[in-house]
């Protein structure tokens, strides 16, 4: 039937994608910022999503304690190796992006590939592969796709990103 989504594709929920293109058409009216203003702005943004990122995942590092291994590379007492490789390696990964985003690359399976090996780098030994084990989050409904089918499920979210204007656009202005 055509003109009927297909239930097992990703969309973005339309009252979503309105309500980002009102953001961004506000902010699209600040611009161009001045340089020293986007170079503040990524510097801090590192820090949060780093902090926020990793807290989600269990790690215990503060706020300020994340920018002071992030800024200054110190380690902090009281804190496993894996927490400050954790800062180090999220805060290498987003400067990473913010290249990719700078020079326009396409999102593909080795800029996915390579992000999660900037990320788990030196904490798992699969860093920069697809998982082969299952894996559950605790606390929640969602159980995450078998091992087996990740590698084609993003292969078709790759495909989907690259065939969507709008949402790969919104994945650009996320950096």
């Not at 700078?102 to 904490?123: F, G, K, P, Y």
Request: proline share 6%; glycine share 6%; charged share 25%.
């Amino acid at each position: 039937m055509a003109g009927t989504a297909d239930p097992k594709k990703p969309r973005l929920d339309p009252r979503l994608a309105e309500r980002l293109a009102r953001k961004k058409a506000q902010l699209d009216r600040y611009h161009p910022l001045p340089s020293d203003t986007v170079r503040r702005l990524h510097e801090d943004l590192r820090v949060f999503l780093t902090y926020h990122s990793n807290a989600i995942e269990g790690n215990t590092l503060s706020l300020r304690e994340t920018q002071m291994v992030i800024d200054y590379g110190l380690t902090i007492g009281g804190h496993p190796l894996r927490e400050y490789l954790e800062a180090t390696n999220h805060a290498a990964a987003y400067s990473y992006m913010a290249s990719l985003v700078e020079s326009r690359a396409a999102l593909t399976r080795e800029t996915i590939l390579e992000l999660h090996r900037l990320v788990m780098e030196r904490i798992i030994e699969a860093a920069g592969q697809f998982r082969t084990v299952p894996v559950f989050i605790r606390g929640a409904n969602m159980t995450p796709p078998p091992a087996g089918r990740v590698e084609a499920l993003m292969r078709e979210w790759v495909a989907w990103i690259g065939g969507n204007g709008r949402v790969r656009r919104l994945l650009l202005n996320l950096c």
